[in-house]
């Protein structure tokens, strides 16, 4: 292998290791965060070609979205038993298996299946969990600038991609932009196998900010009593209010995020008579805002309240959700819209995982968080399956799009409900202030 060569010629130039396996983590965030994001732009083709409605089509993508979600806690349990690289490389052939048989489909069954349930458990498997694992183990200095690029390289590329894929499908069929998927995913997949470690002491060294080689801990007891434990750590943490306040504000981040901009945006867009690429690139300028204002927020999250990051992001979404059926859909309406809104697109995670950490500590912190990022992803399906049906029944997507917003403007409120944490705060204590 090239890892340990690689991080001691590194280590010569002064250059830790742990950079490369970010590198690696944001490039296989960034390709998979592509394969969770393509749906948004095949809406209407599969329309057209198979005569399905945009509710049975967002019933596959929901069912997709809440295994990304659910799929999180048990993910960290997979990569504390086999391993990160492992779980990496098992994650990116299911996607891409996945991906690759949905070219034969003929029946919706067959889009639930491949797109919903494969592609699901491939993507629960690589979602934010893996960033905040590789965060945590890789880094104690600039953790949180590490966790911002992290989740900024989810964010983009479920957006980045789209006006690619929206011009590939409209020129060459869906099933070519499906390819381009897959082969990312086989770049991604080289880059995982040749280069990522698990930890620090895989390689020799500490972790960046520390001195010490840390000593790996053996795995204890079977992978049956690993998968039980993420049932036994919610049943701990439920009795924390802080942990239903984080589930519930992010239960609405992802409602208004993955399930309704990133499913339905184009398909909106197109109501109002903009092409599939135009309405993408909007999307991709999104992207672009939300890099910066992810990694921005990683930044600040290791210098500022992180209840009242919460609040202003929140609310600033809300606004900006509630604003768009006013923006008449005219390029200067839509690109004032993607600043705003993409500047905040994901920027909420690293102030969620900075609170998780703080009141359940640090070995826990991966479990809370993917028990939290689950509610995302329930939330993010509820938006994708309710889109679709204000879609089909109502033959309009604004109600969805105003209910989101006003639940982006309750979780800013639900954000400083959350106590500021000392250092007696335990997980069964109240969380919630007076």
């Not at 494969?118 to 600039?142: D, P, S």
């Not at 911002?148 to 991609?161: D, E, K, N, Y």
């Not at 109502?394 to 309750?410: K, N």
Request: aromatic share 14%.
């Amino acid at each position: 292998m090239i890892s340990s060569p690689l991080a001691a010629v590194l280590a010569r130039r002064n250059i830790h290791y742990g950079w490369v396996v970010v590198s690696v983590t944001f490039l296989t965030m960034l390709v998979t965060a592509a394969a969770v994001g393509a749906p948004g732009v095949l809406i209407v083709p599969l329309e057209k070609e198979f005569g399905w409605t945009t509710e049975q089509i967002a019933t596959a993508f929901s069912i997709r979205l809440l295994l990304f979600g659910l799929m999180g806690p048990f993910a960290a349990a997979f990569m504390n038993y086999f391993g990160v690289r492992k779980v990496v490389c098992v994650a990116l052939a299911l996607i891409a298996g996945g991906s690759f048989l949905s070219l034969g489909m003929t029946q919706i069954w067959q889009l639930i299946l491949l797109w919903g349930v494969v592609i699901g458990f491939g993507t629960g498997l690589t979602a934010m969990v893996l960033g905040a694992t590789v965060a945590t183990r890789w880094f104690t200095e600039r953790r949180g600038l590490v966790l911002g690029m992290l989740t900024a390289s989810s964010a983009t590329g479920q957006l980045a991609f789209m006006p690619l894929m929206a011009w590939i499908s409209g020129n060459y069929g869906w099933r070519a932009a499906t390819m381009m998927v897959c082969a990312l995913l086989a770049v991604a997949a080289a880059a995982v196998f040749l280069l990522m470690r698990d930890r620090p002491s895989d390689v020799d060294l500490p972790a960046y900010g520390e001195k010490d080689v840390a000593k790996t801990a053996p795995v204890t007891g079977g992978l049956l009593s690993l998968i039980i434990l993420p049932l036994t750590t919610l049943k701990e943490i439920s009795r924390s209010s802080t942990f239903w306040v984080l589930f519930a504000t992010f239960y609405i981040c992802g409602a208004s995020t993955n399930g309704l901009i990133q499913t339905h945006f184009v398909a909106l867009c197109g109501d109002y008579g903009l092409a599939a690429v135009t309405a993408a690139s909007v999307l991709a300028m999104m992207g672009f805002f939300d890099f910066f204002g992810t990694i921005g927020s990683g930044w600040l999250s290791d210098r500022v309240d992180n209840r009242w990051l919460l609040f202003w992001y929140y609310g600033l979404r809300g606004a900006s959700l509630l604003f768009l059926p006013y923006s008449n859909f005219s390029i200067y309406g839509l690109s004032l819209f993607a600043m705003f809104y993409g500047l905040d697109w994901i920027a909420t995670v690293p102030p969620t995982v900075k609170l998780a950490t703080d009141r359940f500590g640090r070995e826990k912190a991966g479990m809370v968080f993917g028990w939290v990022f689950a509610g995302h992803q329930l939330g993010a399906a509820s938006a994708a399956y309710g889109g679709g049906f204000a879609r089909t029944e109502y033959a309009t997507y604004l109600p969805a799009f105003f209910t989101a917003g006003i639940l982006c403007l309750i979780a800013a409120l639900l954000a400083l409900t959350i106590r500021k944490s000392t250092k007696d705060d335990t997980v069964g204590e109240p969380a919630v202030a007076h």
